[in-house]
């Protein structure tokens, strides 16, 4: 049962955030599907995205279900324009290059985990018990991507000047992840949700032990200068992202296969 | 007249894992709950991984294999609670894997995100023993392999890479 002190609004947009997060993560992760730098790689990056799309689905279907208007998963994936998506925009920039790609993969797994972990033990059970599934699979999305920050980064010259270059890029994006708003005030007053603030300092942990193993340096500079995304300002990018994404829905409603 | 459900579940037991064909629904753990509610059968089903594309078939095939039975009205749950474990795929699953040239789930060494960075840190490594020639002098080649349930290894004795069925 949901917590009834909680608007069931300000419940399903906090839903999408998860959702969107997983989603546009999981489809950009989906965009090295046959172009991986080595076969493995590809592999992995695509069942990557597949737990992605799985934990979406979830999400979606709870956040549907909580608004109670009859939409689907479906339908809140692909019948929503870019200003009702709630990702942060960390998730929704192009993949850049494959240490780029990891560099990403391991600043969001790294807060995924530590906010799913915590969510084990909301007071809301369909939210723990979709927690509980999907924090197994992204705890081997964290241990994958974290050996590969540390393998890259710790790797050649060249290597190791590529991830550094990926952190500064990205590092102006992180902070979004735990600047909270109304809607994540209220979710953590109802024990639903964690406090974002608690997020941040275990993600702390995770990151500078990695990025300390990986020989790279903490960027010297604000984390939170690219943020809106969670309430639906977007980067340019995540148009272009539902574009190719919600095509076929768009062009022949009701599609089915 | 309502057919037991120990019988429901034999049947259940004929229907391979679409992926993994020499296991079947049963052993892997996925069928939660078989019970008659008046003259429908329920049968609650766990995803493996919560993105596994395997799920639907697995549904469908379940319906398939009761239909084909004679059960008429079938209502089957998706549980997600409490969520799929290696720990539950049988001893008969797990011998069948390794016969098939997977390697079977090591129990209690399921990921914590930090599995690789302790490894990393002490040297020590999870040994995954070849289900070809039983040697331990493998390595991991990728964290996922053919399917997301599996890591890619290969055995630096016989040469041949494998599929290891991670801990879940």
């Known amino acids: 049962m949901v917590a009834l002190d909680l608007d069931r609004q300000t419940l399903f947009d906090w839903l999408l955030r998860l959702g969107d ?37 979830m999400w979606y279907t709870l956040a549907a279900e909580v608004e109670g208007k009859g939409r689907t ?31 990403r993969e391991f600043l969001f797994n790294a807060f995924h985990f530590e906010l799913l972990t915590a969510l084990t033990g909301s007071t809301d059970p369909k939210v723990s018990e979709i927690a509980a599934k999907a924090v197994k699979e992204v705890a081997y999305q964290l241990d994958r991507a974290s050996d590969l920050v540390v393998r890259l980064g710790d790797g050649t010259e060249e290597s190791h000047r590529r991830m550094q270059a990926a952190l500064d890029y990205l590092w102006p994006y992180v902070g979004e992840m735990f600047l909270a708003d ?33 020989t790279l340096t903490r960027p010297d500079r604000r984390p939170d200068v690219h943020t809106g995304g969670k309430q639906g300002r977007h980067t340019e990018h995540l148009g272009y992202i539902l574009a190719e994404m919600q095509f076929l829905q768009r062009a022949y409603p009701g599609a089915e296969w | 007249m309502v057919t037991p459900t120990q019988e429901i579940w034999d049947w259940l037991a004929e229907v391979p894992d679409p992926e993994i064909p020499v296991v079947s629904v049963t052993e892997l753990g996925i069928i939660r709950e078989v019970a008659w509610d008046g003259d429908t059968l329920k049968v609650a ?59 079977p789930p090591i129990d209690g060494t399921a990921s914590d995100g930090r599995m690789g960075r302790a490894a990393r840190l002490s040297g020590h490594n999870l040994t995954i023993p070849c289900p070809r020639c039983a040697s331990g002098n493998t390595d991991k080649v990728s964290q996922f392999g053919s399917t997301p349930c599996k890591a890619a290894y290969v055995c630096r004795d016989c040469l041949e890479p494998f599929d290891y069925f991670k801990c879940h």
């Open chain 2, 45 to 103: 089903i766990t995803p493996t991984y919560s993105g596994c594309p395997a799920t639907s078939v697995i549904d469908l095939m379940v319906e398939e294999k009761l239909r084909e039975k004679g059960v008429q009205n079938i209502a089957l749950e998706r549980r997600l609670s409490p969520p799929w474990t290696t720990d539950w795929v049988a001893q008969s699953a797990r011998d069948k894997l390794r016969e098939y040239g997977i390697a």
């Open chain 1, 73 to 103: 998963a479906d339908n809140l994936a692909y019948l929503r324009d870019a200003i009702q998506f709630k990702n942060v925009k960390l998730v929704e920039l192009p993949n850049g290059d494959i240490g780029q790609t990891m560099m």
């Open chain 1, 182 to 214: 109304a809607t994540d005030d209220a979710l953590a007053e109802a024990g639903i949700a964690p406090r974002l603030t608690d997020i941040q300092t275990k993600w702390e942990a995770i990151v500078s032990d990695t990025l300390d193993e990986a």
């Open chain 1, 21 to 57: 997060n997983a989603l546009i993560l999981g489809h950009r992760t989906s965009e090295w599907c046959g172009h991986g730098p080595a076969l493995e790689e590809d592999i992995a990056l695509a069942n990557t995205a597949l737990d992605l799309i799985g934990h979406c689905q």
